[in-house]
């Protein structure tokens, strides 16, 4: 991630110790660091990291008024006349300083992941990747489900296609014809049974990722904390206390926009009263972004400033299984043999682990299970998605055939009547 990327920016003033007195200018908040640049001469008069910052507060005195202060290291700045309002400034600098510290475990946190070594990067990078493959399984396994409850209830309306055409086989038959009042009895007696299979479609999902976020509402300038959650069928937004502010089923978002990789909006539009819209930010989107583009791919729309993040985060669905099965293949190659000689076919992957030290014995059975089971779940998604591609021709073929059938009987009716 680009850690020069400017997630926020407001106008505000800041006051330069050196000569007494408020310059302004504008802060800016990027994924690592909080900086200041005046207006007048554009030099950059605040920079450090948010992981050096000991305390956040809104503070007021007889002087300074609706204050914000941050104690970075034995250093107190003070920035004033923020823009749209201070208690929007402090709500994101407060969140993405909370979740730099808990991602960074500390200062010592820091050194640790200097000494660590190749085997443990490849480690963390695997199971990274194969939990993102696991939540993938779960949003295929659900669309999967939702596919066989299509096909029950178009099986059902076949079924009563065939009882609406028995009966008016029935109305068209001569009053002389002896067999007329026999011909749809029968179908009628299994009709419990269907109804009783399609009402026991009850599904328990469960949740692919929940984060932590900041909230607003429409355009609203005012904003709070809360918790974003994934679902397999939707999302929810949720505030501190867990209660749900608003629950969006699949079929109900019209578009989600991606603004930066930590923002992005979602909506639902109506006719005749306003979208229901809110604006989400987080440390952590980046991990929500890639489930998002996979369930809402034809819904969501990466801005100017997202575009390098939508092909970095290409949605696992395209070429899931060779890809992986290719990557996971080769690195298993790497870690069990890390000194042997190239062959044909080997990755680039492959190659850059021989470049470096050789893993230990522990590291390579590690990283050796992890692409079993990562070889495991490409198997199994491919496998779901070829499921789905021929459930999905299914569907198509029956929808038509009912949709022609509808087409005859209509005709038959109107004969009748």
Known sequence: MNEDLRIHSWPCS????TNKQWVSGRLSLTPVAIKFTADK???????FHLSSISEIKKESSNIIFSSLTILEKSTKHWFSSLQPSRNVVFNILEHFWREQLLSSQGGGAEAAALQSTKGKELTGLLAGSQKRLEDTAKVLHYQGEQFDNIMRG???IEGDMDVADRLLTELESPSWWPFSSKLWKAPLEAKPKETAT??????????IIRIPVIITHRTDSNVKPGKLT???SGLEISD???QVIHRFESKEVDDIRVHTPYEISVRQRFIGKPDTSYRLLSAKMPEAIPILEMQFSKKIQFLEDALGFAGATKSPQVDLGTSIWQAATGLLGGVVQPGSPGKEGMDNDQVQLQKHE??????????KQILKKLKGLALETEAELERQDEA???ITTSVDRATLNIDKQNRRIKKLT
């Open 154 to 156: 178009l099986n059902k």
């Open 41 to 47: 001469t554009g030099e950059l008069l605040v920079n």
């Open 14 to 17: 800041y006051y330069l110790d």
């Open 198 to 207: 399609v009402s026991d479609s009850k599904n328990q999902e469960g949740i």
């Open 358 to 367: 050789k893993v230990s014995q522990e590291e390579a059975k590690e990283l």
């Open 240 to 242: 501190c206390n867990s």
């Open 230 to 232: 994934l679902f397999a």
């Open 392 to 394: 999905l021709d299914s």
